[in-house]
Nanobody, 117 residues
Framework: QVQLVESGGGLVQAGGSLRLSCRVS????????MGWFRQAPGKEREFVAR????????YYADSVKGRFTMSRENDKNMVYLQMNTLKPEDTAVYYC??????????WGQGTQVTVSS
């Protein structure tokens, strides 16, 4: 069983930045498929970013490419999502996800990100 705990959400003005963190209770983050998803009010959950598996190549949704950066610290079992140049349309609950390629089996409780215009 893998447990995921997100933190770092909040309220920010458009153009601002936030860094989300995901603490992973697993023996090693590097062996897991890791990703970030988000769900805006009234919309379905959508993909934001993930690592290739195996490896460190990152993939991003077109809507966040160039603004968001996913990273991890394997020795700390932490995964991050640096979000820059935030837009009101980035407002959503952000979820950290993990699993065995190609399936995300485990999900965090989510952290709210609100971007005001």
């Amino acid at each position: 069983q893998v447990q995921l705990v997100e933190s770092g959400g909040g309220l920010v003005q458009a153009g601002g930045s936030l860094r989300l963190s995901c603490r992973v209770s697993a023996r090693t983050v590097s062996n897991l498929l890791m990703g970030w998803f988000r769900q805006a009010p009234g919309k379905e959950r959508e993909f934001v970013a993930r690592f290739a598996w195996p490896g460190d190549t990152t993939y991003y949704a077109d809507s966040v490419k160039g603004r968001f950066t996913m990273s991890r610290e394997n020795d700390k079992n932490m995964v991050y999502l640096q979000m820059n140049t935030l837009k009101p349309e980035d407002t959503a609950v952000y979820y950290c996800a993990a699993g065995t390629f190609p399936t995300f089996e485990y999900w965090g409780q989510g952290t709210q990100v609100t971007v005001s215009s």
